[in-house]
């Protein structure tokens, strides 16, 4: 039975702020980055809701808004504008209402009045020399046409972004129902929250509606493994949201996912995934994941109580000997050697967010001490004559990593 979603806004719900959180961290030191680009940026807010909560609480819209303010009053970049939209089927006067004391000089917000689905393309037609960044949390998965993310990334924007709310739990839900097979729910799911439920049945236009939704038909072998015993409920929603990251870096280079639940290892309420193609948004994006992830497991799933060890985003403990054991296998990918902002990123998300990546340069350090790695650092000498040993690149500053045979 379709949960009844008309009280949605009068509260903020935890999983909201954590969502908002991952989005208000990023935003700042994104458009501060692109803003240097001296190409306009193009914010589509694409399931925006009514801008704020019954409880006074900001939603997506205003904090997106009001950090475009800030840092347009703060940015060095002359001539650029961060150009806003936010569309929605439901709420858009509510909308209108909420976000009006942000038409300033920074430009007037667009509210749309429609879905997603049939009002995306049009809008990025004519943005092909712009830098993009979509928000997509949508009202239920069949909303996330996979077939839409491969052409975004064909239309030759100067860049493009993506944070996407996958709810992988639900697809596997959906996907089981599609292949008649029960799917065993062992924690209380009251609080999962799908304004427009994704109706499945074991049709073939059911089956058609999923694999356009996950990139391919990958899924239905989760689900007869499952079926089979051979896998949890856990482990299914954990290989279908590896094996859907996959098909994304088909079409981006660099992608990341959050994992947001609100007890240690509950299957996730939803995960967070964020693409790019630029090495520099990824590296950014992973210290923030790693940063929320640490507020998720203080603040929410241990009840403010620190923990003794570190953990990764999937709440699994980690530690530096980890991180060089991954890293010395990783570097065999790289027998000439790969430049460390790359290598960061190409590292996430081969291996998840571990870690942040000030991290992976003390595990470097440690490496380059011990003699298993040659970095090659340009220029080699600092501005004071000194030998070099920084691990940070910049434009006046290479730094490439190489395992020593």
């Not at 639940?261 to 964020?274: A, D, G, L, N, V």
């Not at 090659?376 to 045979?405: C, Y």
């Amino acid at each position: 039975m379709a949960k009844d979603n008309s009280a949605f806004f009068k509260k903020k719900n935890t999983w909201s702020e954590i969502k908002d959180r991952l989005l208000g961290c990023y935003l700042p030191q994104y458009f501060q980055k692109v803003l240097l680009t001296y190409k306009p940026i193009f914010y589509v807010d694409c399931f925006a809701g009514k801008g704020k909560f019954d409880d006074g609480k900001d939603g997506s819209p205003r904090i997106a808004l009001k950090i475009r303010d800030d840092c347009m009053g703060r940015t060095s970049a002359k001539g650029v504008r961060i150009e806003t939209c936010f569309i929605d089927l439901n709420y858009a006067d509510e909308l209108n209402a909420n976000i009006a004391d942000y038409r300033n000089l920074n430009g007037i917000p667009t509210v749309i009045s429609g879905r997603y689905e049939d009002e995306i393309e049009r809008l990025l037609a004519a943005k092909y020399d712009a830098n993009i960044f979509l928000y997509i949390d949508p009202y239920g998965i069949k909303a996330l046409d996979y077939g839409l993310f491969t052409k975004f990334a064909d239309y030759g924007f100067n860049s493009i972004e993506m944070l996407i709310n996958m709810n992988s739990f639900g697809f596997m839900r959906a996907a089981c129902r599609a292949m008649k097979v029960d799917y065993i729910i062992d924690e209380p799911l009251d609080d999962l929250v799908e304004y427009e439920p994704t109706q499945v049945d074991d049709s073939p236009q059911s089956v058609k509606l999923l694999n356009s939704i996950a990139g391919g038909d990958y899924w239905q072998a989760i689900v007869r493994d499952y079926n089979a015993g051979e896998i949890d409920g856990y482990q299914a929603e954990k290989r279908f949201s590896t094996e859907y990251k996959q098909q994304l870096r088909k079409k981006y280079t660099y992608v990341l996912d959050m994992p947001i639940r609100m007890k240690p290892k509950q299957r996730p309420k939803y995960r967070m995934i964020h693409v790019c193609n630029h090495e520099e948004g990824c590296i950014l994006m992973a210290d923030n994941m790693s940063s929320r992830s640490d507020e998720l497991f203080i603040d929410v799933q241990n009840q403010g109580q620190l923990s003794l060890f570190n953990c990764n985003t999937e709440n699994d403990v980690i530690n530096e000997d980890d991180i060089e054991q991954k890293m010395m296998n990783f570097l065999l990918n790289f027998p000439n050697g790969m430049t460390a902002n790359k290598l960061i990123a190409l590292f996430f998300t081969e291996y998840g967010v571990l870690c942040k990546s000030g991290t992976i340069k003390k595990v470097w350090k440690d490496m380059e001490k011990c003699g298993s790695i040659e970095v090659t650092r340009e220029p080699a000498l600092t501005d004071k004559g000194r030998i070099s040993r920084t691990f940070t690149e910049s434009k006046n500053q290479s730094v490439t990593i190489r395992r020593k045979p």
